[in-house]
């Protein structure tokens, strides 16, 4: 049977790490990145340009990005009706805010995270400021591993510091601890990812794929990727945000890049669908 012709333009895909804003949000920051790119109705136009069936809006851990009045229950509610808008195409993680009282911010997960829309957790460790492997998130760690919840971490440390508040090494500290814990790395560990071969994660690819092709071309990003392995690998692209793109440049990069690669179709279509909707089952 003859293979079937991959394009990344045009297979079905799911971007499994977006940003996107409410609207009066968005009128409060004009001129700011997230905001100006942040729209629902606009961001579903690229959906239908691109083939993007569904994608997961992911919260920054700082209620000022995403409400006007600062509260995480307010982030929950803008979420919940920008998801709402999209007619089943958009889905949300569940935020949370370490400023709170640790009970306070559990309760509010109990609350939201049998809501349809929201498929899990996302810790933003740089945003924090805090570690990742540091006991207030041990606790949500626990949470989510007892309620088979999947949690969605943020790893793009510095270079230079081996333990930074994301690095892969403190990543490590919370699997060993948590053994069935369901973990997504967003951004792969940067460009620390070799320390992350070998542990039972799903990695999505935001952001950080036309940084590792702008330092070592094709041939050996291709080679990063699969040493991670196809049943690992998830699609997603973190717009509008990126290092070296700007926002209207992201989907056409990430595709015109992965073109250039020797994936399969049956590898694309895990890849850009399976593999996240597996790790999200509950």
């Given at each position: 049977m003859e293979e079937k012709r991959l394009d990344w333009f045009t297979i079905p895909k799911i971007d499994?790490?977006?940003?996107?804003?409410?609207?009066?949000?968005?009128?409060?920051?004009?001129?700011?990145?997230?905001?100006?790119?942040?729209?629902?109705?606009?961001?579903i136009k690229l959906m239908d340009k691109y083939n993007i069936t569904t994608a997961f809006i992911m919260p920054f851990n700082d209620p000022y990005m995403l409400s006007m009045d600062f509260t995480l229950e307010s982030?929950?509610?803008?979420?919940?009706?920008?998801?709402?808008?999209?007619?089943?195409?958009?889905?949300s993680f569940a935020d949370i805010d370490i400023r709170k009282n640790l009970d306070k911010n559990i309760s509010e997960l109990n609350k939201i995270i049998?809501?349809?829309?929201?498929?899990?957790?996302?810790?933003?460790?740089?945003?924090?400021?805090?570690?990742?492997?540091?006991?207030?998130?041990?606790?949500?760690?626990k949470w989510a591993s007892d309620n088979?919840?999947?949690?969605?971490?943020?790893?793009?440390?510095?270079?230079?510091?081996?333990?930074?508040?994301?690095?892969p090494s403190r990543i490590k500290n919370v699997i060993k601890k948590?053994?069935?814990?369901?973990?997504?790395?967003?951004?792969?560990?940067?460009?620390?990812?070799?320390?992350?071969?070998?542990?039972?994660?799903?990695?999505?690819?935001?952001?950080?794929?036309?940084?590792?092709?702008?330092?070592?071309?094709?041939?050996?990003?291709n080679n990063?990727?699969?040493?991670?392995?196809?049943?690992k690998l998830v699609f997603a692209t973190d717009y509008p945000d990126s290092r070296s793109l700007k926002p209207d440049e992201i989907y056409n990069k990430y595709f015109d890049i992965l073109n250039k690669m020797d994936f399969t179709y049956e590898e694309a279509e895990k890849i850009c669908r399976y593999n996240i909707m597996n790790m999200i089952k509950r």
């Open positions: 499994a790490h977006i940003h996107l804003m409410p609207q009066d949000v968005i009128e409060a920051n004009i001129g700011e990145k997230f905001a100006d790119y942040g729209d629902v109705s606009e961001y982030v929950h509610s803008n979420l919940y009706n920008m998801c709402n808008m999209s007619n089943g195409r958009l889905y049998n809501k349809t829309m929201f498929l899990g957790i996302k810790i933003h460790p740089t945003n924090t400021g805090y570690p990742i492997d540091g006991e207030y998130y041990d606790k949500i760690f088979n919840v999947l949690v969605e971490i943020h790893s793009y440390p510095r270079t230079h510091i081996n333990d930074d508040v994301c690095s948590y053994s069935n814990l369901k973990v997504s790395i967003a951004h792969m560990g940067g460009f620390q990812y070799e320390q992350l071969y070998d542990i039972n994660a799903c990695f999505n690819i935001s952001a950080i794929l036309p940084d590792y092709v702008n330092e070592y071309g094709i041939k050996k990003t990063i990727l699969r040493e991670f392995g196809i049943e």
